[in-house]
């Protein structure tokens, strides 16, 4: 049972560009959460998934970022028109129900030059 | 909102001695779950407490959630050079988001 993966796993985008990370949760996971953490820093509660349905997206920008998990395929973060704060790590995690444990990707390293 | 909060935010010590980090929630907690990430890696999940009051044990980790639900702390005896890492708490309110706090890292002396 192959665990969550993220791909790319380093991500290097000029400002302005957009940014596409890619999230597949674990096999008959269809919860998915995807988090922000800066160097040295905690990790940063960004959107809470369900398939087709976002549940809670309050630590999400409203500006520039939307996240979606389809029916079919993998959990999408999209970064539009990237800053160089929006450098970081974003990791996504995904469980079998809400509440339970969750297991982390490798995580996407974005660094935005 | 709910908030989770963690100290200390770093500890070092030396090899051998033990080590403790505190979670504190600003609303009860449906349950509380701690995750270890090592440099450069991802967090991993150690466990959850459900249970006011529990306590869990896995070879020299200790963990507790408090009798209110609202804190949690993580106890480490005899530390050893693989601990080294930065340990979260992770609350679950029973609203949708599991929010993490910020993490305390452990450092090690050998």
């Known amino acids: 049972n192959a665990g969550v993966m993220q791909n790319p796993r380093h991500l290097v985008r000029r400002r302005g560009q957009e940014a596409r990370l890619r999230c597949s949760p674990m096999k008959g996971h269809s919860h998915v959460y995807w988090y922000r953490q800066l160097p040295e820093e905690g990790l940063k509660f960004m959107v809470y998934?369900?398939?087709?349905?976002?549940?809670?997206e309050s630590g999400m920008p409203k500006e520039r970022f939307s996240a979606e998990f389809p029916k079919e395929g993998p959990s999408i973060l999209r970064i539009q028109q990237v800053v160089r704060g929006d450098s970081a790590a974003y990791f996504c995690a995904s469980s079998t129900n809400r509440g339970t444990e969750a297991f982390f990707g490798q995580g996407t390293r974005l660094t935005v030059v | 909102g709910q908030q989770v909060m963690q100290i200390p935010q770093y500890q070092h010590v030396q090899e051998g001695e033990d080590f403790t980090t505190y979670c504190n929630s600003s609303t009860t907690l449906s349950n509380i779950q701690w995750y270890k990430q090592r440099p450069g890696g991802h967090p991993v999940f150690l466990i959850q407490l459900v249970k006011s009051g529990e306590v869990k044990k896995q070879k020299r980790l200790t963990f507790q959630f408090g009798e209110a639900k609202k804190n949690s702390s993580l106890h480490i005896t005899a530390t050893q050079t693989t601990d080294v890492g930065t340990y979260f708490c992770a609350g679950d309110s029973s609203a949708s988001k599991i929010i993490f706090g910020s993490g305390t890292r452990l450092s090690i002396r050998p």
């Open positions: 998934l369900q398939k087709e349905n976002i549940i809670d």
